[in-house]
């Protein structure tokens, strides 16, 4: 009976770290999602911030295809490691005046230990981007992954865009038109391979009621030549 019970104290001792560091990485997952809104952890994709792939070792504002970063992260020569993310992560402004990402940072020091944690393992070359990665919305509007928009349904595809005073209407491929108030129809390019194809912008619809909606090109240049003046 003691070997026994001896045998299962040893095993709670042996076994206790490895899941006190799995339940703190499950933790931290779940806390990435507010993350995954901005930023992917595939290698190359970057959204409104940086893909954090292969983040730890890396020059703070070095990415190369990331064009979005402050003048004073790049200029701070931080390597990106344990205690600097952990300071980044407590008060960015702080650590670098003058930043620009939105963010306050992190005062609950085991909720940053968590997501540290996570962060450690899902970012090393090689790792398969886990669920958080989905971040909390889909689609352009709600942050997170974004479709992939090189093969179209009819109904996604734009075949024409009017203006008439305040209001937009957008044809599609499946031959309907939707009026849109123009504040709530946004204009927007994706050149990543995920983007539309060149000629074939396409529509994502929004909102509660449907009534907003993105409209996704190649682009720049195709905005002009798809809407017209037309009343």
């Known amino acids: 009976m003691y070997r026994v019970l001896w045998a299962a104290l040893a095993a709670v001792l042996t076994f206790s770290p490895v899941r006190a560091q799995q339940d703190s990485m499950a933790r931290g997952e779940r806390d990435f999602r507010v993350c995954a809104a901005c930023h992917s952890l595939d290698p190359g994709r970057n959204m409104t911030g940086p893909s954090l792939a292969n983040l730890w070792g890396r020059k703070a504002g070095s990415l190369p295809g990331f064009d979005r970063y402050s003048d004073a992260l790049k200029a701070s020569a ?119 194809q060149s000629g074939a912008p396409a529509i994502l619809l929004a909102g509660m009621m449907g009534d907003r909606a993105d409209v996704i090109f190649a682009a720049p240049e195709e905005i002009s030549k798809t809407i017209e003046s037309q009343c």
């Not at 980044?88 to 005062?107: A, C, S, Y």
């Not at 962060?119 to 090689?126: H, S, V």
């Open 78 to 196: 931080i390597i990106w490691d344990d205690r600097s993310l952990d300071a980044w992560l407590t008060n960015p402004d702080r650590m670098v005046p003058d930043n620009e990402m939105p963010f306050d940072g992190i005062k609950d020091e085991r909720a940053r230990a968590d997501l540290l944690a996570f962060l450690k393992e899902a970012t090393k070359p090689g790792a398969a981007p886990p669920r958080a990665a989905q971040g909390p919305m889909g689609g352009m509007m709600g942050g997170g992954r974004v479709p992939n928009l090189r093969t179209l349904d009819p109904a996604q595809h734009v075949t024409l865009i009017t203006h008439c005073r305040d209001t937009y209407r957008v044809t599609t491929a499946d031959g309907k038109t939707r009026r849109f108030w123009e504040r709530n129809l946004r204009l927007k390019t994706d050149s990543s391979e995920d983007g539309p």
